[in-house]
């Protein structure tokens, strides 16, 4: 198959007139056009390799060999839709159950991440008769108009705030209102979940869910405090609400401890609905909803079919199958453990010649550089941060993007294939980025949060 | 690899156990599992071949050669997200402008009909501003909480109807409330959409969109009145409003004479939002939303990102194109005329000797026939649609499903290379199970319409 059939302006000319711009290019200045793929590795149109950081949908790596491999096996044999039986489904939830809580035993496959938060939110309200969400801050749940309600990053820029959704702070210990030095912020930021509810209650509505990625990503590579998931829990079960732990961007290993990153806040805490998405089929459209008996039969009592046209195909759950044995088979989990853990630690040493960083965080390949202007206020250095990407990119060839609500979070998310070389030569190009920015003296004003608009003083 | 890895027992009762009992089996009473396709037919354990008259996603022919060698190539050089450059998103949107009217210019790709009617909702109310949507009676439009909401196949079952949502009259010349001795049915449904407006009007609100199936397909193989789409369009402009036409059943040739469905309605007639879906990538997950620019335009000006992590992707783009090869190469459309024909002919030869025959109706390979217990009342025969369907398959092997608000529609939607040979075995099947029927004297009762409990006297 021939690598490239256009010239890269003529794509791009192309692309700019034939697809909705609000689709945007990464580095949109100056847009790459990636002609194949390998591992962690991307290739432009010249064959000049670049380092991915940040391809968390490609989590055992591009292109995988076995992955193809099932893939046109099982589209060369059957690829109908789940109204028939067929063993893959049922192999997959099988597998997928395996590796949950037992509570968690139920399955509904679907397309994307999207579809699996709107038919979250479904199961959610039907089962619990409530209709309010409460939400964390800055949270993304999808492109959906359903989940656009319940996303304060989106609704924000958009529509604005529903009556029936409750946004609570970020329980983000760095920037948060309950910082590292708080004796227990995991309690005091389920606390303010519990003074949510109250004043949901006090205006006669009901809590349908609480609804949060297990590792808030777009936030800005949140790690969540110990002990908030099972208190907001038991706040949100005492409300007749349920807790949906969004697992789209973080499950499937990337954590390296455990499987799913909702299990980093303990065996006390089993969330009711689980979300998956992105890494599980590596690329291929492949999503889940794994919910309890109990969520599902009060679903199916509504006495209406579900019918997800591809969900659960004989294709996607050969994938999805294929993905797992890799993760298990190549030991991706103690991977993403063993480099996730070396970046850290590498960065956390940068962070001591580098008075711009401000924090170091993550477990497993899901990690956050957050940039400072200053560490005592801990100002955003979103200017920075964008500079930092534009020359990884332009001088390194390392793809790495921001987040946070100052967009001044490097965020690292790469395929779990990710290598301790790979994590040495980020943090090096960093280091001489960084060194090079304090010797320019970039200092800039204060910046407006690009979600809520509020100023970081 | 393996076609069966467990037995058919073992896999229904895993089914049962592990995925959510609202997604349904065909031939509940007594499932079939199917291991392997080819084409028009489907193989179970046993290795029993079946006729599939319904697989409309699987729009090429099952397992075709030609989409999966597109697929595995492109599955083992690149699938990363559209935010790079890519000349198959462009190429591939380059070819699909040109089988449209040329308004319909700007794409967006999406993994479902779901997600693109969902997208196709916020483009419209982010164009105009407007909230209230206007759809036909028994319309489906997707399995998201935005499109139940515009959905009364659904709606009447779940929550209810919203306020901002209008139902016109289904445009059924056989059962609706014009019929084939009016003497201009399409203006006259046509006319019930502009006293629909004004109704809106005099509450206050405002039109966004008529959001409708270029071919109600789950209303019961309905065939819009000619006229019909283009009076509409006229009176939603008027009001503000843009017409959207939901081509996720009927597009890419299954009618045979043109490529989509709306351009039945004739030149003068072009909606300015249409979504695609199903048969788009021959089962796998891909869809999109067509627009003009004005349209994209406005959803770019509200400053928000689209971003859809799969649609789009090199792989579903491969796919995409390999599908409008192969329906070239191969004249599936010319097929679809040809044989669409003859099954339609056979089937309105068999309406001579069996009284049951209420109507057939169709356009290529998009077929209904509507079973009746007697011609005059036109009261549906629900049991007996049942009937024919269960013989069909235990009998002969044939699958067939039934639609309309009474599930009394054989409906015929298979993949378009469905054979002469095909449409005279399903023919004469059906006469004869119908002449068994017509012996056996089926009577039964008055039936309740299952979507909205109307009684049909």
Redesign the interface.
Same mark, same amino acid.
């Given at each position: 198959?021939a690598?490239?059939?256009?010239r890269?302006q003529e794509?791009?000319a192309?692309?700019k007139?034939?697809?909705?711009?609000?689709?945007?290019?990464?580095y949109s200045d100056d847009?790459?056009?990636?002609?194949?793929?390998r591992g962690q590795y991307?290739f432009d149109e010249n064959n000049q390799r670049y380092l991915d950081c940040i391809?968390n949908?490609?989590h055992v790596g591009?292109?995988h060999?076995k992955?193809?491999e099932a893939?046109?096996?099982?589209?060369?044999?059957?690829?109908? +839709? *789940?109204?028939?039986?067929?063993?893959n489904?049922? /192999?997959y939830?099988?597998r997928l159950?395996a590796s949950l809580p037992e509570k968690l035993?139920?399955?509904?496959?679907v +397309? *994307?991440?999207?579809?699996a938060n709107?038919?979250a /939110?479904?199961l959610a309200q039907q089962f619990t008769q409530h209709q309010d969400v409460i939400v964390v801050d800055h949270a993304y749940h999808g492109?959906?108009?359903?989940l656009i309600d319940i996303s304060p990053y989106?609704f924000r820029?958009?529509a604005g705030q529903k009556e029936w959704v409750h946004v609570a702070p970020l329980p983000d210990t760095y920037r948060g209102i309950y910082r590292e030095t708080h004796p227990n912020p995991g309690q005091a930021y389920a606390d303010t979940v519990k003074d949510l509810i109250e004043d949901v209650h006090k205006k006669g509505r009901k809590i349908c869910a609480f609804f949060a990625e297990s590792l808030p990503s777009v936030g800005g590579q949140i790690i969540l405090p110990q002990g908030y998931s099972a208190k907001v829990a038991e706040y949100v079960h005492s409300a007749g609400g349920v807790y949906v732990a969004d697992e789209v961007q973080t499950g499937f290993g990337r954590v390296g401890s455990h499987f799913w990153a909702f299990q980093l806040q303990g065996e006390d805490f089993c969330p009711d609905i689980v979300t998956l998405?992105?890494p599980m089929g590596?690329?291929?459209?492949?999503a889940c909803v794994a919910?309890t008996k109990e969520i599902?039969?009060a679903?199916?009592a509504?006495?209406?079919?579900?019918?997800?046209?591809?969900g659960?195909?004989p294709?996607?759950c050969a994938i999805g199958l294929a993905v797992l044995d890799v993760i298990k088979e190549e030991d991706l989990r103690g991977n993403a453990m063993t480099v996730g853990a070396h970046l850290k630690d590498l960065l956390t040493k940068l962070q001591t010649r580098h008075q711009m960083i401000g924090d170091v965080r993550g477990v497993g390949l899901f990690v956050g550089l957050e940039l400072v202007k200053d560490r005592e206020q801990r100002t955003p250095a979103t200017e920075c941060a964008a500079l930092v990407v534009k020359r990884l990119k332009e001088e390194d060839r390392i793809f790495v993007s921001t987040d946070g609500p100052w967009e001044s979070v490097l965020k690292f998310k790469p395929p779990l294939c990710f290598s301790m070389e790979d994590a040495e030569l980020v943090a090096q190009c960093i280091d001489r980025i960084l060194t090079a920015a304090a010797t320019e003296n970039i200092n800039l004003p204060n910046n407006t949060c690009i979600n809520c608009k509020r100023e970081q003083k």
């Open positions: 198959m690598q490239q059939k256009l890269k794509t791009l192309m692309r007139r034939l697809i909705g711009q609000s689709c945007r290019l990464f847009p790459v056009k990636i002609v194949r793929a991307l391809s949908v490609h591009h292109c060999p992955i193809t893939a046109a096996a099982q589209m060369d044999l059957l690829n109908t +839709n *789940s109204r028939f039986l067929h063993d489904i049922v /192999l939830a099988d159950a035993c139920v399955f509904y496959f +397309n *994307s991440g999207s579809e709107d038919l /939110l479904r492109h959906l108009m359903s989106k820029k958009l998405g992105k590596n690329g291929h459209p492949l919910t599902a039969d679903f199916t509504n006495g209406v079919e579900y019918f997800n046209t591809f659960g195909n294709v996607s």
